[in-house]
């Protein structure tokens, strides 16, 4: 039979398991990152002037081109059902 705690335990290590019992909550990885993951990089938002109306300006946020580009990549791959394709 599994103990959870255990298995937390190896997966996440001593220290994030006691810090739990503690109340607090420790902040990090908890996956180590694959070397044929895109890289992640310049994924924030801008702001793009959408219109002027009676000398307002209306703005709108656009996502950076790169992180459209990796959304679509994880889209395409969600609904292949390959795992392999994810990797």
């Given at each position: ?31 180590k ?14 702001m ?6 009676d ?20 889209w ?12």
């Amino acid at each position: 039979m599994l103990n959870v705690e255990n298995e937390l335990r190896s997966i996440l290590g001593r220290r994030s398991t006691d810090a739990l019992q503690r109340g607090r909550m420790i902040f990090g990885k908890i996956v180590k990152k694959k070397p044929t993951w895109p890289e992640i990089k310049n994924v924030g938002l801008s702001m793009e002037l959408d219109r002027t109306e009676d000398n307002i300006l209306w703005f709108r946020f656009s996502h950076h081109t790169y992180y459209r580009e990796l959304q679509q990549s994880f889209w395409i791959a969600s609904e292949s059902l390959n795992h392999n394709f994810i990797s």
